[in-house]
């Protein structure tokens, strides 16, 4: 959503004067909780033979991240459920939660600098479930298939103090799910939403 984007750049642009803190020691372990918001592409494809779009959803995140050196490390995403309306040729259709796991590696380009840009590349597993169907697909069992995929992966650290970081990061994920209706196969959902979020993390 823009309001969510809008406040995270203004929560960025706040924290700028800390970049002036330093960091003096390496410590491995990171603890990230923030928020983040899930977008898929405007156009999902077609379902049914209709043109379908997919709601954006925002959810709390943690994730646990090691780094096993100063520049690389692993690091394991999750979420509580993100929520989606589909809706096929402007009128909503279905509605379904989805539970997106990501774990992946990162690269850090300045790991002992205050604030530090990084990339990373990773595996997506996403799992659908509670779909149902709404307006002309009332009562119709609906099913979402689980997917795999690519997870890129981009943001920036900004160390608040030696065990304090604050980061903002995009990820931008493969899905496409194949979608069911009572049974048919009716196409698939070419989600490959845009991840965007922030948080707080702790090292120890």
Do not use: C
């Amino acid at each position: 959503m823009r309001s969510f984007r809008s406040a995270l750049a203004v929560g960025v642009l706040g924290l700028l004067p800390a970049v002036s803190i330093a960091q003096d020691a390496f410590l491995p372990w990171i603890v990230h909780a923030g928020a983040h918001e899930v977008s898929p592409q405007s156009n999902t494809g077609r379902l049914a033979g209709m043109r379908s779009s997919t709601s954006s959803d925002s959810r709390p995140t943690i994730s646990l991240e090691y780094r096993f050196t100063p520049a690389w490390s692993v690091e394991l995403l999750a979420a509580l459920p993100f929520r989606h309306d589909v809706r096929l040729d402007g009128s909503k259709a279905v509605s379904v939660k989805q539970l997106p796991p990501v774990a992946g590696v990162n690269y850090r380009f300045m790991p002992d600098r205050v604030v530090s840009p990084f990339v990373g590349v990773g595996v997506n597993r996403t799992h659908f479930f509670s779909a149902h169907g709404e307006n002309a697909l009332e009562g119709a069992r609906v099913d979402v298939g689980d997917t795999w995929g690519i997870a890129w992966h981009a943001g920036i650290d900004v160390a608040l103090s030696e065990r304090l970081v604050f980061t903002v990061d995009a990820r931008r994920l493969d899905i496409d799910a194949k979608v069911k209706v009572d049974g048919t196969r009716v196409g698939t959902a070419h989600v490959d939403p845009w991840v965007y979020g922030f948080s707080f993390g702790y090292r120890f």
